[in-house]
T-cell receptor, first 115, second 112 residues
Framework: QKEVEQNSGPLSVPEGAIASLNCTYS??????FFWYRQYSGKSPELIMF????GDKEDGRFTAQLNKASQYVSLLIRDSQPSDSATYLC???????????????FGQGTILTVHP | EAGVTQFPSHSVIEKGQTVTLRCDPI?????LYWYRRVMGKEIKFLLH????????ESGMPNNRFLAERTGGTYSTLKVQPAELEDSGVYFC??????????FGPGTRLTVL
């Protein structure tokens, strides 16, 4: 079982719709979770991080964390063609351990927003 | 503020040769990380520097990989000798805190 799992997609949504990206993780020691966006041939770009159960909103993006279910999601409202990219979910290690800086990534979900 | 820079952007070498990748972090970032993505796989952690010290090198695949960070500034990752399975994209990231790692553009390494 992979430590962080994502549906590789592709996920295709029409412009203006809500895109829902999901991620599950196996390490209950993970304390924080990150969503990165990566355009083809470019570097991963941090969109949001979340470390408390519940929702965190930033503009059109909402991250959701459910530690009991070991589930993280990212909602993108009013999706735009420019949101088309690969979305990477990553888990951070226990902040008190040696590996506190280590991010464990999923394989990424390809999102396509069509006009 | 300049971002994380990496050099070279591409490198093609033959099996058995040596390659050195360089990363310049964002100024003032004490934390520097190396990650690698091989074809079809997820991005994997290699190691983490805090200033010039190795905080965590649990992801380094074997002793053919040597990472250094001189004076807590730029970092180099040397692969010697390179093997075919070392091909992939090597990313460097830096951060001031553990919550915001900024990634560089990556070095695409091809070992023939």
């Amino acid at each position: 079982q992979k430590e962080v799992e994502q549906n590789s997609g592709p996920l295709s949504v029409p412009e203006g719709a809500i895109a829902s990206l999901n991620c599950t993780y196996s390490d209950r020691g993970s304390q924080s979770f990150f969503w990165y966006r990566q355009y083809s041939g470019k570097s991963p770009e941090l969109i949001m991080f979340i470390y408390s159960n519940g929702d965190k909103e930033d503009g059109r993006f909402t991250a959701q964390l459910n530690k009991a279910s070991q589930y993280v999601s990212l909602l993108i409202r009013d999706s735009q063609p420019s949101d088309s990219a690969t979305y990477l979910c990553a888990g951070g290690a226990d902040a008190g351990g040696t590996s506190y800086g280590k991010l464990t990534f999923g394989q990424g979900t390809i999102l396509t927003v069509h006009p | 503020e300049a971002g994380v820079t990496q050099f070279p952007s591409h490198s093609v070498i033959e099996k058995g040769q040596t390659v050195t990748l360089r990363c310049d972090p964002i100024s003032g970032h004490d934390n520097l990380y190396w990650y690698r993505r091989v074809m079809g796989k997820e991005i994997k952690f290699l190691l983490h520097f805090v200033k010039e010290s190795k905080q965590d090198e649990s992801g380094m695949p074997n002793n053919r990989f040597l990472a250094e960070r001189t004076g807590g500034t730029y970092s180099t990752l040397k692969v010697q000798p390179a093997e075919l399975e070392d091909s992939g994209v090597y990313f460097c990231a830096s951060s001031r805190t553990i919550y915001t790692q900024y990634f560089g553009p990556g070095t695409r390494l091809t070992v023939l």
